[in-house]
């Protein structure tokens, strides 16, 4: 089992101020690699700054089984057999402090590391995983493949999106004379991937370069410690992502998409930890996807098959999910409206790394009216999203197209209709707090209010160790505090903790939690999914 031992100290760390100084904390960057896999043990490197090592390792799968070696920075990883391909999230922490969540990838299949300063080409046979980093500016790290001919060839890059490298990575495949037979770039989110049917047997290069994620002076290839990636290669079964790509309420079977699926491909999932909805995998293959919630109360409804076709729900909140498959194709979904009340439709596909870019129209089907319309939310954001009321009972028609009218394997999309009612979100800065014994720190909450919900909320902390004390604060429905308010944490002098807290938010003139009113304040790590339990470090003075 996992090799953690649970301490008690409050800890949110996270770049926020604090009265009185801590001893220094610990600070996990990344894993290098920053995937593993097979099941035999391997011991990689935490990257970041270990004042106090060995450190404590919690991680949310107990399948993976992570301990600190003696060398610091070094950590054993143990695979149990079996395990499923996907994310590990894993904290270290020490006696005064805690880090931030950091992920592991997990692969089935075993790693190739890409040698430490190799300028040759890193053999690799298919199907494979490799990993490695541009360290520094210009570096091009490449790998030798081959395949016959027929076959398709399909190469996906891990960096920015799960990993938050700060690259913008080109992916190429070029023959022995240096010709380059294919390109990839910003194919899912930032990170490429290169598909290619070999019309002969072919020896060729992968390569892997990158520019910096936000653009900057530099001209060429750029590379930095941080500059950390995975690719996962082969020309069997790769597995791209499953219909829905977003769900509402649970769901017990999807439809897989990717390259060199048989028919009878055999899609498994598994919910492996607190952190992480679904993960559909293939039994036979490479790739993964995580399904996310997207409103657990929303029924799920799926493009009807044909054109002239039209998908119909039964009732609101709904998650309509399909894809965008000819250059003239609009995707169509009915629901019943009520006069007066006031709806919402919100797109979800270039904000998951797909390539659609919707547009979102609403028609009265009756008279066949326009009501509403929307393309891109802004300049850098390709989703839309719009609201509309109702003038009259009926039925309206949601229809979703490609603004360039692109199509596509990964022209894929959510649309997400809702009745909008009041409703209110809490979130905080960090995911970690720390306060000096004797001393107090402050935690900013921001509440963004939605629909006109102006009911006065008291705000609380649970979850606090004895010699740690909170006000409540209220933030009242007008002014500024119902746009953000502050909860003061205090430590007395004896204090020592290091453990989870929760941010509360009790509607006023409620009572308890019976009537369904309590709200708890959420933190996204990495744009993955969203935190409500919080650490607090209470320490010694330095």
Same mark, same amino acid.
């Given at each position: 089992m996992l090799a953690v031992r649970y301490f008690f100290v409050a800890v949110i760390v996270g770049g926020l101020a604090f009265h009185g100084p801590l001893h220094a904390q610990v600070d996990l960057e990344r894993f290098f690699p920053p995937v593993v896999g097979g099941s035999e043990e391997v011991t990689i490197t935490a990257e970041g700054k270990f004042p106090r090592w060995p450190c404590e390792i919690r991680c949310d799968r107990p399948d993976i089984e992570?301990?600190?070696?003696?060398? &610091? =920075?070094?950590?054993?990883v143990k695979i149990a057999k079996g395990a499923p391909p996907g994310v590990a999230w894993v904290r270290l922490i020490d006696t005064q402090s805690v880090s931030s969540l950091v992920p592991?990838?997990?692969e089935r299949n075993a790693v190739t590391l890409e040698p430490a300063g190799a300028d040759g080409n890193t053999v690799v046979n298919l199907p494979a995983v490799v990993t490695g980093r541009l360290a520094r500016g210009g570096e091009v790290d490449s790998y030798s493949v081959t395949f016959n001919k027929g076959?398709?060839?399909?190469?996906s890059v891990i960096a920015n999106q799960w990993l938050e490298s700060p690259m913008d990575a080109v992916m190429q495949l070029a023959d022995r004379r240096g010709n380059v037979l294919a390109q990839s770039d910003d194919s899912r989110g930032l990170d490429p991937q290169l598909v290619f049917r070999a019309d002969e047997d072919t020896d060729a290069i992968v390569r892997i370069f990158a520019f910096p994620s936000q653009p900057n002076s530099t001209v060429g290839f750029a590379g930095a410690n941080s500059f950390v990636y995975a690719i996962e290669m082969t020309t069997g079964a790769m597995l791209d992502h499953v219909l829905p790509i977003v769900v509402g309420a649970k769901i017990n079977t999807a439809s897989p998409r990717g390259w060199n699926l048989r028919a009878e491909a055999a899609l498994q999932s598994h919910d492996q &930890?607190? *952190?992480s909805p679904s993960i559909w995998f293939l039994a036979d293959g490479l790739g993964w996807y995580r399904q996310p919630s997207i409103d657990g109360e929303a029924i799920n409804v799926a493009e009807s098959a044909g054109s002239a076709s039209v !998908?119909?729900? +039964? #009732?609101?909140?709904? $998650?309509?999910? =399909?894809? $965008?498959? +000819? /250059?003239?194709?609009?995707? @169509?979904? @009915?629901?019943?409206? &009520? !006069?007066g009340k006031k709806y919402r439709a919100r797109s979800a596909s270039r904000s998951r790394g797909f390539l659609t870019d919707p547009v979102l129209r609403? $028609?009265? /089907?009756? #008279?066949g009216a326009e009501i509403a319309r929307k393309d891109d939310n802004s300049r850098v954001d390709f989703d839309a999203q719009l609201e509309f009321t109702a003038k009259s009972d009926g039925q309206y028609e949601l229809q979703v197209s490609d603004a360039v009218k692109a199509f596509g394997p990964r022209h894929v *999309?959510?649309?997400? /209709? #809702?009745?909008?009612?009041? %409703?209110?979100?809490?979130t905080v800065a960090s995911d970690r707090f720390r306060v000096a014994a004797g001393d107090s720190v402050e935690i900013p909450v921001a509440l963004s209010r939605d629909s006109g919900f102006a009911k006065a909320l008291t705000l609380q902390i649970e979850g606090l160790p004895d010699g740690v004390t909170a006000a409540e604060v209220v933030s009242e429905g007008k002014g500024d505090s119902a746009k953000s308010v502050k909860l003061?944490?205090?430590?007395? #002098?004896? !204090? %020592?903790?290091? +453990?989870?807290? @929760?941010?509360? !938010?009790?509607?006023s003139e409620s009572e308890n939690s019976a009537s369904g009113s309590i709200r708890y304040a959420t933190f996204n790590v990495r744009n993955q999914f969203d935190l409500s339990e919080f650490w607090l470090t209470v320490g010694p003075q330095k």
């Open positions: 992570l301990h600190a070696a003696d060398k &610091s =920075g070094q950590v054993v592991l990838l997990i076959e398709t060839f399909v190469a &930890s607190q *952190y !998908a119909v729900a +039964g #009732s609101l909140p709904v $998650v309509f999910t =399909g894809s $965008v498959d +000819g /250059v003239e194709e609009i995707d @169509r979904f @009915r629901f019943d409206v &009520s !006069a609403i $028609v009265n /089907v009756e #008279s *999309y959510a649309a997400v /209709v #809702s009745e909008l009612t009041p %409703s209110v979100k809490l003061k944490l205090t430590a007395d #002098s004896k !204090a %020592s903790f290091q +453990g989870t807290f @929760r941010v509360a !938010a009790i509607e």
